[in-house]
């Protein structure tokens, strides 16, 4: 018998889209608008206030996501225990989410470590300035590594072939 599953699908389809659609909105526009800031030392003190403006969605956003997932695993139980491909294509999506959620965790406290040396001058949010400390200058460079990383994939990468299999 199909299971319709509205609430828990709506939860995670919406609770994933807040998710990315903050992540996307604070590291191009709110870090974008912070370094723009006239004082370099309020760069920092801008952006780490936005982000913190922000948590409370970000975290209501990874609940709605997780109970999404939770829900479709339980509402699907019977398919997942008769169709491997079912069971193989839930781990990825587990698999995928797990290093989402460790990304952002880590970006979290990446972005603790910054705001810790609030009022110091920094070029950008993710850059040091010259005058930067070691310790801000670390965690701008691994705040941005990723970042850079993950925009080289995506821009050198061939659009997807079609596959008979799925039409």
């Known amino acids: 018998m199909s299971q319709r599953n509205t609430l828990v699908r709506s939860l995670h389809d919406i609770g994933l889209a807040a998710w990315f659609g903050g992540s996307v909105m604070g590291a191009v526009?709110?870090?974008?608008?912070?370094?723009?800031?006239?004082?370099?030392?309020?760069r920092i003190p801008v952006a780490t206030a936005g982000w913190k403006g922000g948590a409370p969605v970000q975290l209501a956003a990874f609940v709605a996501h997780g109970v999404g997932d939770a829900g479709l695993i339980l509402g699907n139980e019977a398919r997942l225990a008769g169709q491997?491909?079912?069971?193989?294509?839930?781990?990825?999506?587990?698999?995928?989410?797990?290093?989402?959620?460790?990304?952002?965790?880590y970006s979290g406290f990446l972005g603790a470590q910054m705001a810790a040396h609030a009022g110091r001058r920094a070029q950008g949010v993710t850059g040091p300035s010259s005058a930067s400390s070691s310790e801000l200058a670390s965690a701008q460079a691994q705040q941005q590594r990723p970042l850079a990383s993950w925009m080289k994939r995506t821009s050198q990468s061939q659009p997807p072939r079609s596959s008979r299999r799925f039409g």
């Open 29 to 42: 526009g709110l870090n974008g608008a912070a370094a723009t800031v006239k004082d370099p030392k309020e």
């Open 84 to 105: 491997p491909e079912a069971r193989a294509n839930t781990a990825v999506k587990l698999a995928l989410t797990f290093t989402a959620v460790s990304s952002s965790v």
